[in-house]
């Protein structure tokens, strides 16, 4: 049992056949060669990229293969690509079993497999996954053509896109095809029944009389035009038309949009695990531009340009773009691209980034990311938008070109220490409506380093969640003490701005500062403090700036690079405390519904979407998750100098939010509370509550007001008691 390879196709379109594969290959090879050669000329990578290369391979192979991104909030497209890569990688694999055998075991050894128990494994196995990759790519063309999913319109969607969809439904059907008239030509063998897509087309030629030429003759049909129309003529052409658009297709790879089936698996294996939580470096000496040409930017964000699919799914979840903000993820990616594309082509060198759209992109569009990781953690072939993102902006940055909002913010920070302005005398002055005092960690040892945030300091609504947290924190007992004047601006968000060396000066003030402290623990009121603590000081080398005479700090060292002193956001140092029993709460005083919002550099950023929970949890309230939770959540706005500037947006990303609490929750209007965990939400859904309509529908608060509320509940039952 085994069938002939190449029936029907005499010797000279054998020669013919394999020259066209040698050119093709050729062609193929000389295509992947330039391809990879042009990120040589990109800038070096600051991370390891293919350190451990093994276990990456391994590790990028499990997510490419089960597909587990294209599943994440898209079922459909999830089985759609999953047929579509099975079908296709099971195809490829029984191409490359038949040139194993014929030009390896066969001619060098005398060994024949494709024949017998394991050729009729191999044909249904086949079949099988040949029909599930033909219905993958119907799939496409149905959620293309006929639903015409807003994702994968813009105004990079070309010819190619309709080229590489229509070449791969003509190799899945037209595979079959061939398959079927062999198996009519060769009178139905009855084995071939395990082939039953093919067998069922066979039938079918049966059915509607398609004559062989063997019936012709015997039917002596002798007039050459009856003999033209027959299985044997149709087979020649469909192995041809087959043949060639394999060939067509294989050589087409390197220079259009099948490439992403090789970028996109090299993307991921060289991946960040913490990119966006942690940016790149600059040097001191500045011998690395930002974005001045194409060439500045890393190799591996010339191939995050050329593994982008444009299949959309960073843009469905922007909340810029969403806003009507002059941003799409996908666009700035591709329009990288298409740029660098035009110069290899002899096209004219112009700005990357500047005003008045002279540019490859506008500083608008960038000023409009809020660096919610959205569009990263959305992708399936982990393009780090983040990375190059912040390179156009510390480009912007460098040529002045940012708004004047975020040029005060600026000169805030360096003259006050502050986004505030305000006198750094003041940072404290919060502790005043304590009913205790506050520990000055700068002149006694302290279990606690809290790092309380320009806005717990300095805005009217978030001290109110400051003294709750002291409140917490006196409660359950433990150490805790604050660096009054000493405690500066964290530096997250005028990082992401592009503000990069106003960000190391802040980063060695507090490193120096935290050296003359004695405390085991750092915990943050703020999720963007928490992250760059966490993810970004340990990489900052600050000998390299130690001699600047503009840089006012002596530290020489990386700053807990073997991560011996704990970071934590106060919601997880607080939820080890309930856990020990540290605070006296059942879990009943509180009997509110609410809903909560997880902040973005606490959840995509850092992955800690329990901790706040259980705190919620532990207050007796019931919590009812909004649809986008989690690594879901939608951005309130506020993040990448957001928070410090104007945008005709509509609606703003901070009333969308609570509209979607109080609509499409389960409880709905019954919601009581929108609970968060991060100053900046509680400013800009404060802000949105106003303008959106909503103060008399909800209330904003933080997680922390919440716990002081059950505290006091649990004080008032245990007097009750104790009167009784």
Wanted: overall charge negative.
């Amino acid at each position: 049992m085994g069938r002939e390879t190449y029936l029907g196709i005499g010797s000279t379109g054998y020669a013919v056949f394999y020259l066209l594969v040698a050119i093709t290959l050729a062609v193929f090879a000389y295509g992947v060669y330039r391809r990879f050669s042009r990120y040589a000329d990109g800038d070096d990578d600051p991370f390891a990229r293919v350190n451990d290369l093994p276990s990456r391979i391994v590790s990028a192979a499990k997510i490419v293969l089960s597909n587990e991104k294209q599943f994440n909030r898209d079922l459909y497209g999830g089985l759609m690509h999953s047929f579509i890569l099975w079908g296709f990688l099971t195809l490829l694999i029984a191409t490359t079993i038949i040139a194993v055998e014929q030009y390896g075991t066969e001619l060098l050894f005398g060994i024949v497999f494709w024949q017998g128990d394991f050729y009729l494994a191999y044909q249904f196995m086949v079949d099988a996954m040949g029909l599930l990759f033909v219905v993958g790519i119907g799939m496409a063309l149905y959620r293309r053509y006929w639903v015409r999913n807003h994702r994968l319109w813009g105004r990079h969607t070309s010819s190619e896109d309709d080229i590489f969809i229509w070449t791969l439904f003509g190799l899945g059907v037209g595979g079959f095809l061939l398959e079927g008239l062999r198996i009519y030509i060769t009178g139905m063998p009855e084995h071939e029944v395990v082939s039953f897509v093919g067998y069922g087309l066979a039938l079918l030629f049966g059915a509607i009389g398609l004559p062989t030429t063997e019936a012709a003759l015997s039917a002596n049909y002798v007039a050459m035009e009856n003999l033209a129309f027959n299985a044997e003529t149709l087979h020649w052409l469909s192995w041809w038309s087959h043949s060639l658009l394999a060939l067509f297709f294989i050589a087409w790879i390197p220079y259009a949009k099948p490439f992403h089936m090789l970028s996109s698996f090299a993307n991921v294996v060289v991946r960040d695990e913490n990119a966006g939580a942690r940016l790149p470096n600059v040097p001191a000496d500045l011998d690395a531009t930002n974005a001045e040409s194409i060439d500045d930017f890393t190799w591996k964000e010339l191939l995050d340009q050329d593994a982008c699919t444009k299949c959309g799914r960073c843009s469905s979840v922007c909340p810029a773009k969403a806003s009507d903000r002059p941003l799409d993820p996908r666009n700035v990616i591709l329009d990288l691209k298409q740029y660098r594309e035009d110069l290899d082509a002899g096209g004219e060198e112009q700005p990357i980034i500047a005003d008045g759209g002279t540019s490859v992109i506008n500083t608008e569009t960038m000023e409009s990311c809020m660096a919610c990781m959205a569009c990263m953690d959305a992708c399936p072939v982990e393009i780090e938008h983040l990375q190059s993102f912040t390179r156009l902006n510390r480009q912007a940055t460098d040529q002045g070109d940012i708004s004047s909002s975020m040029q005060d913010v600026f000169q805030n920070v360096m003259q006050n220490g502050n986004t505030f302005g305000d006198s750094p005398r003041n940072r404290g002055d919060w502790t005043d409506d304590l009913e205790f005092d506050v520990a000055d960690a700068r002149e006694e040892e302290v279990d606690y380093l809290w790092y309380v945030g320009d806005f717990p300091s300095y805005d009217e609504r978030n001290k109110q969640v400051a003294r709750s947290l002291a409140t917490i924190l006196k409660e359950a007992d433990v150490s805790f003490g604050i660096l009054f004047d000493d405690e500066k601006y964290d530096g997250n968000d005028i990082r992401r701005v592009g503000e990069e060396f106003l960000y190391v000066e802040l980063a060695g003030h507090h490193v120096e500062t935290w050296e003359d402290c004695e405390f085991d623990t750092i915990v943050c009121t703020d999720p963007h403090s928490y992250n760059t603590f966490k993810n970004e000081y340990p990489e900052v080398d600050f000998e390299e700036f130690a001699d600047d005479p503009m840089m006012p700090f002596d530290y020489e060292e990386f700053w807990n690079d073997d991560g011996e002193i704990d970071v934590y956001h106060w919601t997880q140092a607080v939820e080890e405390l309930v856990s020990e029993g540290n605070l006296d709460l059942t879990g009943t005083e509180l009997d509110y519904t609410v809903t909560y919002h997880d902040p973005c550099h606490l959840g995509r950023y850092n992955d800690e979407y329990e901790a706040p929970r259980e705190l919620i949890k532990a207050t007796g309230c019931t919590l009812d998750e909004m649809p986008r939770n989690r690594a879901n959540a939608f951005c309130c706005g506020g993040g990448g100098g957001g928070l410090w500037m104007d945008f005709e947006e509509e609606p703003k990303p901070s009333e969308e939010r609570i509209r979607e609490a109080l609509e499409d929750t389960d409880a709905g209007p019954e919601i009581d509370k929108f609970v968060v965990a991060c100053p900046m939400c509680m400013t800009m859904y404060e802000d949105g509550r106003k303008t959106g309509g909503y103060e008399d529908e909800i209330e904003i608060v933080d997680v922390a007001e919440l716990i002081v509320e059950a505290i006091g509940k649990a004080e008032e039952a245990n007097v009750e008691v104790a009167a009784n």
